[in-house]
């Protein structure tokens, strides 16, 4: 059965967009700023539990949940170890911030770009494998199976299923936001753009994990709101799937009134031995840290991060749905200051930088169009 058919019946699949051009610019821009903050503040406590994140807190003298970006490293690390072989660790700590450190929660966006500007809103899954044996010099799991695969000469979607024992992981969620940003108000699009890039190298939950995150983000610029962000989101992916079911039993444990602890506790025990990074469990801690961050961008980047697991990926992705719902204009100076206006990245053909505002431009200029397009 069509993940269309699996949908919840009533979803919103059109959003009236009541804003400018400068505002939607501004939203896009705070979307990639908040992106960028909720990766940096999860970098350094990449793949650790929220008790060692809170031992971690304790030992620097640091409050848990999270006020700040890091101040020393929580692993102990060495500042001058390379992420992703570009930027040295220490760049992602708060003394040592300079600009927009290299990762690939954030280079994803970029290829997004790219992929859009290169072939277009009717891009294709196998423009998508172009484009990464063009851009992409590495991967990571089911990205980097896939970008073997591609090497081989193998095409979407087989790319994702030849010798892929990843593609239900977080890796095609945080692919996400580039077709969010091109589709506000139009959430069914950005999930059909989401689809076509997951299925290079996801399988099932992977992709509905993508198809979702887009939605959320073409909701939350048009909405402004993080509750009816997430249902727009949840009516773009099958109601019976697992992601949808974990989704909403945290948004009913947090309208039961529970605390964010006993809700993170909840997810943590549903997905007791599930891969700390598989989509669902860091989908649904996402999402709590939204839910209880009630639109504070500070509180949402901070909580989602403190609840542990693959906290730059979850941390980003909380980041940008804060953020294109606040806009640039309204993220507090302490999280977005420190950012400066350069982001590195390790793309072929971009290693030189690329400015922030340059690439929000770029989006909002894309978006336009596909509203243009699909609103006529």
Not at 75 to 101: C, D, Q, S, V, W
Not at 225 to 231: Q, R
Not at 325 to 335: D, E, F, S
Request: hydrophobic share 40%.
């Amino acid at each position: 059965m069509s993940i269309r058919r699996r949908r919840p019946p009533r979803g919103r699949r059109v959003i009236p967009l009541e804003v400018d051009g400068d505002e939607l610019g501004d939203r896009i821009l705070g979307a990639l700023l908040g992106r960028a903050a909720g990766c940096i503040l999860g970098i350094p406590c990449e793949g650790m539990s929220k008790e060692d994140i809170a031992a971690a807190a304790r030992r620097m003298g640091r409050p848990y949940p999270l006020d700040e970006y890091w101040p020393a490293d929580p692993k102990g690390a060495e500042g001058h170890e390379l992420h992703y072989g570009i930027t040295p660790r220490e760049k992602f700590l708060k003394p040592n911030i300079e600009y927009i450190g290299a990762d690939d929660d954030l280079a994803y966006t970029i290829l997004g770009l790219l992929i859009l500007e290169q072939y277009g809103l009717d891009f294709t899954s196998q423009d998508v494998g172009a484009a990464w044996l063009k851009y992409l010099p590495l991967a990571c799991t089911a990205e980097a199976v896939a970008l073997e695969n591609l090497r081989q000469g193998l095409q979407p979607p087989e790319t994702a299923l030849v010798d892929n024992p990843h593609g239900e992981w977080i890796g095609a969620a945080i692919r996400a936001d580039a077709w969010g940003y091109v589709a506000p108000g139009l959430p069914q699009a950005a999930a059909e753009l989401a689809w076509r890039d997951a299925r290079v190298s996801h399988i099932g939950e992977g992709i509905y994990g993508e198809m979702f995150w887009a939605a959320v983000i073409a909701g939350a610029i048009a909405h402004a709101e993080v509750g009816k962000a997430l249902s727009v989101g949840l009516g773009e992916i099958p109601r019976d799937c697992e992601l949808a079911g974990l989704i909403n039993r945290t948004l009913a444990w947090y309208e039961e009134g529970r605390e964010w602890e006993q809700t993170v506790q909840q997810i943590y025990e549903a997905c007791a031995g599930m891969h700390p990074v598989h989509v669902i469990n860091n989908a649904a801690l996402t999402v709590a840290g939204l839910l209880y961050g009630a639109g504070d961008f500070e509180r949402t980047i901070t909580l989602t991060v403190s609840a542990g697991l693959d906290t730059d990926c979850t941390g980003a992705t909380a980041g940008s749905v804060a953020g294109a719902i606040l806009g640039a204009k309204r993220l507090p100076a302490k999280w977005t200051e420190p950012l400066g206006e350069r982001m590195e990245t390790y793309l072929r053909g971009c290693e030189q930088g690329l400015s922030v505002k340059d690439v929000a431009v770029r989006f909002t200029r894309l978006a336009v169009e596909a509203l243009d397009r699909w609103q006529r």
